[in-house]
């Protein structure tokens, strides 16, 4: 049986997610485990946006903190079921992230990145002072999460959750690039006149990516939110947005399995900074200067080039 | 009812210089090389945090000053040589996310040598409030205002009259052009970054003894800096110091008459609506994008 190249990698993908749990010792690591599968999945969303379309966020973490208050707003203070709460905020996430990207993505692609980055400010600050909705800084806690009248709880159910929400987005992902829709992306990528020459159109493509990239974000905010039970204002300010497009771009741009390796980075390092007590800071500085100088492709394609080459 | 106006405008004019002095450093950089230096803010806080350590140690405060700045200057020329300059052919995000890391690299450092306390520094002219007309100004407010004057007027000089600030001007229009008169492209990026966190210190230094001064005030700063630039239209030297000054006045007065604890989200509030309706920036060229 032969398989199609670019469905070895799910393949892979798939294996890794099913052994997992067989290598996984006790609840830290999978508490480990399940949040690098649900960073991964919006890293893949933004890598669509950055890595294919070459437009730049700095506040998709506003989008996820809109998903992850909306759904323990509703579900907390109005007692939705968790099952009505996360779609509808994912819609309004959508809808707010239409509104602000429509306008400005007939622009150069720098404003996108300052566009972002301003609404991404004006949310974390919104929450951060709506005390009576949010809890203000001091974070609120969040109902747990219900499907179908089952409560999901315990981690290898949360893990299954995750890995699997994770998996299909990566096929989704895979497939999607492949077909007309992800070629027109990067074309608008290597140049946005010769796409447009060729009959894309730009700004509506540019404004779907936005939209979807900011929809997977919410949705994953959400459910970030009922799996840990706590949420503060942190998930949504400027350094979260910061470490998310770092998943991407340290894993490598446009690559979907480069944004797993990124989020599995980024979300395993603080883990381990956190015994350089005070030094955390400089040190993921350093890391995230050095590996993007010395690998500017990022580590996923900066690996492929290098097997190949060796191959060839 | 005009007394209270006349003073948030005085305030408002004060941060407003910081904001056009850290505007005038993200032009510079911007003009020299279309990079976003998103590490611009934290010259302001090291330019505030090493002159008050130079102070405590006992340094003369004018002594301190000058060594601040010049730490700061050195600072943002081995940024542009160590991370910046290896990396020039990256792409857009990812020189961005260089400058971010940067950005951390020398916020970490100030933390780990300095702490995480908060420290002001003696102000210049004594404290004793001056009253204008029924308000009153800080003494270091009319230093912040005439420093700022001043560096205006330089920078015009610098680049109107100098052959080293017309080379710059030059890469800027065009670097391929440039360079073919013999200009060092590479050169003048370099000098950029040097000059950009210059300037940047300068406020953090002037500015460190009405506001605290600690590890983490950069960011902020940096942001609000960067908005300005943007309102004025990223590359225009007068529009960044003018977006810096309508942005503080501004903040002022939604603090005083709005809501101060959405004072913080103005700025980021008018950059959208800026975007919406005058994408430019008020005072940008019109510019036309070359194929």
Do not use: C
């Not at chain 1, 199609?4 to 996984?24: N, S």
């Not at chain 2, 007394?3 to 941060?15: A, D, H, K, N, R």
């Not at chain 2, 230093?143 to 007027?153: A, C, D, E, I, M």
């Amino acid at each position: 049986m032969t398989i199609e190249p670019r469905f070895r990698g799910l393949l892979v993908l798939g294996v890794v997610v099913l052994l997992l749990p067989f290598a996984l010792p006790n609840s830290f690591y999978y508490d480990v485990a399940i949040r690098i599968a649900i960073n991964a999945t919006i890293a893949i969303g933004m890598n669509l946006l950055i890595g294919y379309t070459g437009q730049i966020s700095l506040g998709h973490a506003g989008f996820l903190g809109l998903g992850a208050y909306g759904s323990g707003i509703l579900t907390a203070r109005f007692g939705w079921p968790s099952m009505l709460a996360l779609p509808v905020t994912a819609i309004g996430t959508g809808l707010l992230a239409y509104l602000v990207a429509r306008p400005i993505l007939r622009l150069k692609r720098h404003y996108l990145a300052i566009a972002t980055l301003g609404f991404g400010i004006i949310i974390n600050i919104v929450i951060g002072n709506e005390a009576a909705y949010t809890g203000g800084p001091d974070g609120m806690a969040v109902a747990s999460l219900s499907l179908f009248g089952v409560e999901v709880t315990g981690e290898r159910v949360w893990y299954g959750l995750a890995a699997g929400v994770l998996v299909f987005v990566a096929w989704m992902m895979v497939n999607l690039v492949n077909a007309p829709m992800g070629r027109a992306l990067q074309a608008i990528h290597g140049s946005e006149i010769a796409a447009r020459v060729a009959g894309i159109d730009v700004a509506g493509l540019k404004v779907r990516v936005v939209v979807f990239s900011a929809v997977l974000a919410s949705v994953m905010g959400g459910l970030g939110a009922h799996y840990s039970g706590f949420i503060s204002p942190a998930s949504s300010d400027f350094m979260h947005s910061i470490e998310l497009v770092t998943m991407v771009v340290v894993g490598g741009m446009a690559s979907v399995y480069g944004s797993i390796v990124g989020a599995a980075i980024l979300t395993v390092l603080p883990q381990v900074l956190g015994r350089f007590e005070g030094w955390e800071t400089m040190v993921f500085g350093l890391i995230l200067t050095l590996s993007l100088m010395f690998m500017p492709r990022g580590i996923v394609p900066t690996l492929r080039l290098r097997l190949v080459r060796s191959e060839a | 009812m005009f007394v209270e106006l006349l003073q948030f405008l005085l305030s408002g004019v004060t941060i407003g210089s910081i904001y056009a002095l850290v505007a005038l450093g993200f032009s510079i950089v911007f003009n020299a090389s279309g990079v976003i230096n998103f590490a611009q803010g934290e010259f302001v806080m090291l330019g505030g945090v090493a002159a008050v350590t130079l102070v405590e140690a006992g340094v003369s405060l004018p002594f301190a000053v000058m060594l601040a700045v010049a730490i700061a200057g050195v600072v943002g020329l081995l940024v542009e040589k160590l991370a910046i300059e290896p990396a020039k052919d990256a792409d857009e995000v990812t020189l961005i996310i260089i400058t971010i890391g940067a950005s951390l690299t020398i916020r970490g450092m100030v933390q780990v040598l300095f702490g995480k306390g908060a420290h002001v520094l003696p102000s210049f002219g004594g404290d004793k409030p001056l009253r204008v007309l029924g308000a009153t100004i800080l003494p270091q407010s009319l230093w912040v205002l005439g420093t700022t004057l001043s560096v205006v007027l330089m920078l015009a000089g610098f680049f109107g009259k100098t052959l080293l600030g017309k080379a710059m001007l030059a890469t800027s229009f065009n670097k391929l052009a440039a360079q073919l008169v013999g200009i060092n492209a590479n050169f003048v990026l370099f000098l950029a970054f040097g000059l950009s966190a210059v300037l940047g210190a300068l406020g953090g230094v002037i500015i460190a003894p009405i506001t605290y001064t600690s590890y983490d005030v950069g960011l902020m700063l940096g942001l609000k800096g960067f908005i300005a630039g943007t309102l004025g239209g990223l590359g225009s030297g007068y529009g960044a110091t003018v977006g810096g000054l309508l942005l503080g006045v501004l903040e002022a007065l939604t603090a005083g008459y709005v809501s101060s604890a959405y004072k913080d989200a103005l700025p980021f509030v008018l950059v959208l609506f800026i975007l919406f309706f005058f994408p430019r920036g008020l005072f940008g060229a019109s510019l036309t994008e070359r194929v």
